[in-house]
C-alpha cells in the first residue's frame, strides 16, 4: 500500500477534472480524493497498490479531454488511507 499526494497545476477547474480523476481511480482501485484548491490548482490524495496508483499519477498528466496540465508535483505520504475514492 502506498499514498501519493499530487498538486496539478494548468487549466484543471472547470473541466471535469475531478470526476474524471474519481472515476479512473474507482477503475483501478484506488482510494483517496481530488479537490479544488483556491489557487486553481487540484489536489489530488491517491492511495493503494503501488503499480495502480503510478498508473493514476501519471495519468494526472493528461487529465480529462478538455484539460490543459502544465504541472504535477507528487510526494509520498503517510495518511489515513480513505475507504474510497471522492470528488470533494
Not at 480523476?21 to 486553481?40: F, H, Q
Not at 503501488?50 to 487529465?63: D, F, H, K, S, T
Amino acid at each position: 500500500m502506498m499514498c501519493r499526494r499530487c498538486i496539478v497545476t494548468g487549466r484543471v477547474q472547470g473541466v471535469f477534472y475531478r470526476a474524471s480523476t474519481r472515476n479512473l481511480a474507482k477503475e483501478l482501485g484506488v482510494s483517496g480524493y481530488a479537490r479544488n484548491l483556491p489557487d486553481g490548482s487540484v489536489e489530488v490524495l491517491a492511495c493503494g497498490d503501488q503499480n495502480e496508483v503510478e498508473v493514476l499519477c501519471a495519468w494526472l498528466w493528461q487529465g480529462p479531454q478538455q484539460a490543459e496540465v502544465t504541472q504535477v508535483e507528487c510526494v509520498s505520504v503517510t495518511e489515513c488511507v480513505p475507504q474510497e475514492f471522492e470528488a470533494r
